[in-house]
């Protein structure tokens, strides 16, 4: 299983004082190989600590750090108007193993308006308003803007199911939905976004990813599947 560690509240505030201890053992015992870090007053990050020019770059500086010692992890940064400060210091000199996810409604599934034409300095995904139901339509314009370049998109909030019993689960039908939609479009399943030990991206810039990921405090995994785009 291919899986992601979606960090929140305490967790991003360790990594932004430089501790990766609980990131390090998420990758080598459990074996998570991405890393998002949701950096945002709505997941309970700190953002006081990077609310100034001068905590801004300490944290960035911590990141990056963080960043180059667990070279063979992909590190997700959040990008909106609440991460700016981080993204755009670390953005400067991207390390290899960095990607953004184009989020401006900092995780609460609040649908975009329109989609931001990325970075073309990292590796990069989606999310916002995203669902079974309008993955199809949201994703042609994503390829569009994307030209040819990896892509993945992420949500959470429209695959959860409510029980009868009143308990609120991530529905995994509702996950698989979306697979189909993707692989429907034809795409075709392809390789996992990889580092080598020295963080060197050896992504195919073919393959597009999916994500349908989980949102808690601490970590939770994610289910990603890579696509590859049908050239015939």
Same mark, same amino acid.
Not at 171 to 175: E, R, V
Not at 187 to 193: E, I, R, S, T, V
């Given at each position: 299983m291919?899986?992601?560690?979606?960090? $929140?509240?305490?967790?991003?505030?360790?990594?932004?004082?430089?501790?990766?201890?609980?990131?390090?053992?998420?990758?080598e015992e459990v074996g998570f190989g991405r890393?998002?870090?949701? =950096?945002?007053? @709505?997941?309970? =990050? $700190?953002?006081?600590?990077?609310?100034?020019d001068?905590? @801004?770059?300490? $944290?960035?500086?911590?990141?990056? =750090?963080?960043?180059?010692?667990? /070279?063979q992890v992909e590190f997700i940064l959040q990008r909106n108007s609440e991460t700016r400060p981080l993204w755009q210091r670390l953005l400067h000199e991207p390390s290899r193993n960095m990607s953004v996810l184009y989020d401006e409604s900092m995780g609460l599934g609040i649908s975009a308006a329109s989609?931001?034409? /990325?970075?073309e300095a990292v590796?990069?995904?989606?999310?916002?308003g995203l669902s079974p139901t309008n993955l199809q339509q949201e994703l042609a314009k994503m390829d569009e803007i994307a030209a040819g370049r990896v892509i993945w998109v992420d949500m959470e909030s429209s695959l959860r199911t409510e029980l009868l019993d009143g308990r609120d689960i991530f529905? $995994?039908?509702?996950?698989m939905l979306c697979v189909e939609t993707v692989v429907a479009m034809g795409?075709? +399943?392809?390789?996992?976004?990889a580092h080598d030990?020295?963080? @060197?991206?050896?992504?195919? +810039?073919?393959?597009?990813?999916?994500?349908?990921?989980?949102? @808690?405090?601490? =970590?939770?995994?994610d289910a990603a599947t890579r696509k590859k785009m049908k050239t015939s």
């Open positions: 291919r899986l992601a560690a979606h960090l $929140c509240g305490t967790r991003v505030d360790e990594l932004l004082r430089g501790d990766v201890a609980f990131v390090r053992r998420l990758h890393v998002q870090i949701n =950096a945002t007053s @709505a997941n309970g =990050a $700190c953002v006081e600590a990077f609310g100034s001068g905590g @801004a770059d300490e $944290c960035a500086a911590k990141l990056r =750090a963080a960043f180059a010692q667990l /070279p989609w931001p034409t /990325p970075d590796p990069f995904g989606f999310a916002g529905d $995994c039908n509702k996950a795409y075709q +399943p392809g390789l996992d976004y030990a020295d963080g @060197a991206n050896k992504t195919d +810039p073919s393959y597009v990813g999916t994500t349908d990921s989980d949102l @808690a405090d601490g =970590a939770d995994a």
